[in-house]
């Protein structure tokens, strides 16, 4: 296989949950899970010069990952994670951190110019500085035989249409989830989409894909199934049925290992099908980032 440039742009942080907290942000996550499928994976975002900064870099580096962490004068970023139920995180997110202020670097363009897939979200074009980094990234990249993967990831009320419709112009690869989804038609006036009715589905992510140039949509529903549609392509595969111990990054692992088997040269299909095996195993663990069994990696040999 040949080891791809894989790249998650975007906010890092510390999720602090009641008895503990861990090193969170889907940029991490998602780089962490391409770094396991055997590519050259970097998580660029920027922390605080405060301890928890350092702790940061401490934790990826230990982890293995390619860092491009700006060190800028903002607090490191903190999340108060509470849950519904296992598989129902709530999250407060707190403003004015360092993810919110991530400068574009000489170095950010060098890697931007030699990636191969970038996955970014809403949540770190909360702030004008980090949003304007985040489409110079993209900018910078080929446009030919890239990903650039918007992994919406709505949170509290950090985003807007004008966000949503210029991240969508810049990428060609969607991942939603089934409530983004409900809420994005509505806010692209694209009408009502049932998640249990196929041919909804289909509709509306045609009529994204026809709108915003995107070649692949990727819909999740938690537990039930998900969805992969390109313009000759709809997979639907149910969730595999385990014993889950924490959720919490099982979304990321999904995206990353469903990038690193298409890069790898795998169809649409088995691409799909493999993240989907992986989020389950990241489900069965603690943590957003357990080490997957060869067996998994194995499959994109």
């Not at 919110?100 to 931007?112: G, H, R, V, W, Y």
């Not at 009408?191 to 995107?214: K, T």
């Not at 357990?290 to 990696?297: A, C, D, N, Q």
Request: aromatic fraction near 8%; include cysteine.
């Amino acid at each position: 296989m040949v080891r791809k440039v894989i790249v998650g742009l975007g906010e890092a942080l510390w999720d602090v949950m009641p008895e503990e907290r861990k090193i969170g942000g889907a940029p991490a996550n998602f780089a962490y899970h391409a770094s396991q499928m055997g590519h050259e994976s970097y998580v660029v975002s920027a922390v605080g010069n405060d301890c928890w900064g350092d702790e940061v870099v401490r934790q990826l580096e230990a982890k293995g990952l390619n860092l491009m962490l700006s060190r800028v004068d903002f607090p490191t970023g903190e999340v108060n994670v509470t849950y519904k139920s296992p598989t129902e995180p709530i999250y407060d997110i707190c403003e004015d951190s360092a993810w919110d202020n991530i400068p574009f670097t000489d170095e950010m363009k060098s890697l931007a110019e030699r990636a191969d897939a970038v996955c970014f979200g809403s949540l770190a074009q909360r702030n004008s500085v980090s949003r304007a980094t985040i489409y110079r990234f993209l900018d910078s990249m080929r446009s030919e035989g890239t990903l650039k993967v918007f992994d919406i990831n709505l949170r509290q009320d950090y985003y807007c249409r004008e966000v949503v419709e210029e991240s969508l112009r810049r990428s060609n690869a969607l991942k939603i989830n089934e409530d983004e989804i409900v809420v994005v038609c509505r806010m692209l006036d694209l009408g009502e989409v049932d998640i249990n009715d196929e041919e909804s589905v289909r509709r509306v992510a045609l009529a994204m894909m026809e709108r915003y140039g995107l070649k692949l949509v990727i819909v999740t529903c938690g537990s039930t199934c998900s969805y992969t549609i390109t313009a000759d392509c709809f997979n639907k595969e149910m969730t595999p049925r385990v014993d889950i111990v924490d959720a919490v990054g099982a979304g990321d692992s999904f995206t990353a290992t469903f990038c690193s088997a298409y890069l790898a040269g795998k169809d649409v299909v088995t691409a799909h099908r493999l993240a989907v095996e992986v989020a389950a195993e990241v489900c069965c663990h603690a943590g957003a980032m357990p080490s997957m069994p060869e067996r998994l990696k194995e499959k994109l040999l």
